[in-house]
Structure formats: structure tokens, C-alpha cells
């Protein structure tokens, strides 16, 4: 059954990188991503020990600093360059969950398996739910739990009411707009079944880490208290972004089209 519905995905998906439109080679019924491509995804390392940021040339993190203290670390595959900025957007918006699968493999490879951990897909609101058709967050904590052999506990957190877009606030509004945006179950009691798994908040993209600092406040408002993030892609850091726009970092063919 799954192999027809596969099968059927690979007729309808254009046989295309989804990232530069360059043929996609193999069999492989999940190969919606060029070897090129692939290979230029920038993985993340190194950084604050607790959430990857570069760190500053003196004194602590700012990325995590305001962080609550249930939201222990942070880890995410990719940094989001132009080709995963790609994957994601065909991934949310065209709803190739093959790419959902994709992002899982890699998160599963650059991260550690975190032993006894309960993955929580971080919820979309109701409204976009209803029109994506499904959450980007969901399918893949879906595949890393199939990775990971890992529960998920997708009733753990919930949206409360449905969050203004994010795209046109400023950091400090994005903050405000889903500090209130989520609730969630109460945890086990002290030594009851369950009472120290870690939670492994699960998204596609990390961005200022608003949205995983007010999803961690919610769980430990309901007395989680350890509680990590993962992602597929990061956005970049400014530190980072004069480096990756230069042309050596790109790939030539896109900046040109995109240029023409
Ligand atoms: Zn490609
Ligand atoms: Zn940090």
C-alpha cells in the first residue's frame, strides 16, 4: 500500500530537483533533492554549547540567554541556505512530504538519539492546519520517530488560538504574538509512568527560537522540566550570512537565474 501511494507521489512529482529544477538521479522513490544540492546543505556545528548559535567574541550567548531554563538544547541538521530554504518552502507549500522524510534523515544523522525522549511536533495553529492540510512539524517527528524508535506525543501540546503571521513582525512582536499561542497537557506526576522523559520539540525551521522558548514555557508551566528542540534548518546568523552570500557559497546556476 505504502509502496503504490509512493509510487503514485513519484508520478505526480515532476522529475526535478525542488531545489534548481537539475534532474534528480536513482530509483530512489524519495529522491526529490539533486546529489548537488544536497551536498551543498551547510550542516551545523559547533557554536553554544546549548543552542549552536556562534557564540560572541566575548561573553555568553545572546541566542539562548532568555531562554527558560526547562529548554535545555537545541539542535538543527542544516543551516538554511538558498537549497534548504528551498526544500522547506516545496516542502510546506507544495506538501511533497517525501522532503518531511528527507528532513528527519538528516536531523536523525547530525543528532544524537535521545534516549527515553518523547517527541512533540510542535502544532500549527487550526486555521493554517486546515490549509496546509497537514503539519510539517508532524510528518517529520512521524519519520524521526520511525528512526529514532521513539514515541511521539502529539496530544502533549496544543495551540491555544489562532497566531497573526509571523512573517511581518519584528523579533520582539513574534515573542508576544506566540508567548500565549500554546498549552499544554500537565506532566506525570514525580516517579509515575513517563515522570522523566525528556521532551524533544520537533519543527522544521528554528528562526529567533520564539517559537520553541514559548512552547517550552508552556510544558514547563504544566511541570516538564527537560526539554530540548530539534529542527530540519536554522536560519542563519548574521555573523554567518555575509559568508554564505558570497558567491563561492551558492549555488551559480540559481544565483543567476534569479538575477536574469
Ligand atoms: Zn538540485
Ligand atoms: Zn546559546
Not at 77 to 97: N, P
Request: charged share 20%; proline share 8%.
Amino acid at each position: 500500500m505504502i509502496q503504490a501511494l509512493r509510487a503514485l507521489e513519484r508520478f505526480l512529482l515532476p522529475n526535478a530537483c525542488v531545489a534548481c529544477d537539475g534532474a534528480v538521479a536513482g530509483a530512489d522513490p524519495d529522491a526529490v533533492v539533486c546529489g548537488i544540492c544536497r551536498s551543498r546543505l551547510r550542516r551545523v556545528v559547533g557554536g553554544c554549547p546549548r543552542c549552536q548559535a556562534p557564540m560572541p567574541p566575548v561573553g555568553p550567548c545572546r541566542f539562548c540567554a532568555e531562554w527558560p531554563p526547562e529548554l535545555t538544547w537545541a539542535r538543527s541538521a542544516v543551516w538554511l541556505t538558498d537549497e534548504a530554504r528551498e526544500i522547506v518552502h516545496h516542502f510546506k507549500y507544495q506538501g511533497l512530504r517525501a522532503l518531511g522524510t528527507l528532513a528527519a534523515g538528516y536531523i536523525a544523522r547530525t543528532v544524537g538519539r535521545p534516549a527515553g525522549a518523547l517527541l512533540v511536533p510542535v502544532p500549527l495553529d487550526r486555521r493554517r492546519a486546515r490549509v496546509r492540510g497537514f503539519n510539517q512539524a508532524q510528518v517529520i517527528a512521524d519519520a524521526l520517530a520511525a528512526a529514532w524508535r521513539l514515541p511521539v506525543g502529539a496530544s502533549v501540546l496544543w495551540r491555544a488560538r489562532a497566531a497573526v503571521s509571523q512573517t511581518a513582525l519584528a523579533p520582539q512582536e513574534r515573542l508576544q504574538n506566540v508567548a500565549a499561542a500554546f498549552r499544554a497537557r500537565p506532566a506525570p506526576p514525580p516517579r509515575g509512568e513517563g515522570a522523566e522523559s525528556p521532551i524533544i520539540l520537533v519543527d522544521d525551521v528554528v528562526t529567533t527560537g520564539a517559537t520553541a522558548r514559548a512552547a517550552a514555557s508552556a510544558l514547563g508551566s504544566q511541570g516538564w522540566r527537560r526539554i530540548g528542540v530539534v529542527s530540519f534548518a536554522r536560519a542563519l546568523p548574521f555573523a554567518l550570512r555575509a559568508t554564505a552570500e558570497q558567491p563561492s557559497f551558492i549555488h551559480s546556476t540559481r544565483a543567476y537565474r534569479t538575477t536574469r
